[in-house]
């Protein structure tokens, strides 16, 4: 199969298109004849891209670990899908990712993808969907009426959170770059702070829940705006600074097929909008991952 793979470490210039053996499926898992694929910038510096759980050199890799497609095989122990079925969900990061034409994923961690959704804009949920997910609820604990800041609204993740954060009734207090401003509004932020021109401690009230998706040292002064009993989410470090009388969370997102299939249910009757910033075809794939700092969104390889 035609194969997107990375030999060694070093950045995205060492991604090539290439010939690769097709995926071993194992006990539990189907094969995914993909449609599109999606990634985050830095996957490729995360040890799951080089090494497999025991740690043991597993290059060259494919990366790419949000999918969609069409289930081509089904192994021994599989349940909930069969062959045919469209599927979207997030793929082991330790093992071969979707920039591929086929990728081998533990059924479980995969839902049907609902009629009305493309393939590109359900490639655009799974990582980023969850994330938001379970930043914001799981553990995050945002009620009704509470005041949420989201730090790199523009993103991803961003872009999801802010509106599953305004659908559940929260006030959602927006930052990221300016050009992040006009999508964050859409996404149904009330406010946003342009972290290139002002301090977000200086301009907003102390809030419920801060959840951060760029981290440094945005992360650490977060801490001082958490109200006591609230909490500070992060998704790219453990906060350095606990909030006063409050929570810090670091956590890995996790495959969960309810929460992907209520996000797909809520992207198609159109209550949660998938930002795609720019698609590209396989080949581009290193530009894809060159390109996506500064796009808004997510971006998504067509297959
Ligand atoms: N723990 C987990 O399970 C988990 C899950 C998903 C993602 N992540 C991590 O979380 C981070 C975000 O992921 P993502 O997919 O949402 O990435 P993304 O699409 O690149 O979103 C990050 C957003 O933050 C903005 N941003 C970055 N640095 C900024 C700064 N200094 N000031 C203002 N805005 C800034 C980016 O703008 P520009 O593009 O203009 O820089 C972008 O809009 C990544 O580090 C990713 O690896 C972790």
Redesign the pocket.
């Known amino acids: 199969m035609r194969a997107v793979r990375i030999h060694k470490p070093g950045g995205s210039e060492g991604l090539l298109l290439e010939e690769a053996p097709l995926p071993h499926a194992a006990t539990g898992d189907v094969v995914v004849k993909v449609h599109a694929a999606s990634f985050?910038?830095?996957?490729l510096e995360?040890p799951g891209t080089w090494v497999d759980r025991a740690g043991r050199d597993r290059t060259p890799s494919i990366p790419a670990h949000e999918v969609a497609g069409v289930v081509s095989e089904v192994r021994y122990g599989t349940s909930g899908l069969a062959v045919g079925d469209r599927v979207f969900g997030l793929t082991d990061w330790h093992r071969d990712g979707a920039a591929a034409e086929y990728v081998a994923v533990e059924a479980r961690n995969l839902a049907l993808m609902p009629e009305a959704l493309s393939h590109v804009q359900a490639a655009a949920l799974p990582?980023?969907g969850l994330?938001a997910w379970q930043g914001l609820f799981v553990h995050g604990g945002l009620e009704p009426g509470q005041r949420v800041v989201i730090?790199?609204?523009?993103?991803?993740?961003?872009t999801l959170a802010v509106q599953l954060a305004r659908e559940a009734g929260a006030h959602v207090i927006a930052?990221?770059?300016g050009?992040?401003a006009g999508v964050a509004a859409e996404m149904g932020a009330q406010t946003f702070v342009d972290?290139?021109r002002e301090r977000f401690e200086d301009v907003v009230e102390p809030v419920d829940l801060v959840f951060d998706?760029?981290?440094?040292e945005?992360l650490e002064r977060s801490a001082g705006k958490v109200k006591p009993g609230g909490a500070l989410v992060s998704?790219?470090a453990p906060p350095p600074v606990r909030p006063e009388g409050g929570r810090a969370v670091?956590?890995?997102?996790e495959p969960d097929r309810d929460q992907l299939a209520e996000l797909g249910r809520r992207a198609e009757s159109g209550r949660l909008r998938p930002h795609v910033g720019a698609v590209h075809p396989l080949a581009e794939a290193r530009e894809a991952f060159q390109g996506?700092?500064?796009?808004?969104?997510?971006v998504v390889l067509e297959i």
């Open positions: 985050v910038p830095d996957e995360w990582l980023a994330t730090h790199g609204a523009g993103g991803g993740t961003g930052t990221g770059r050009r992040a972290l290139e998706t760029i981290g440094g945005l998704i790219t670091f956590f890995i997102v996506k700092r500064g796009v808004l969104g997510k």
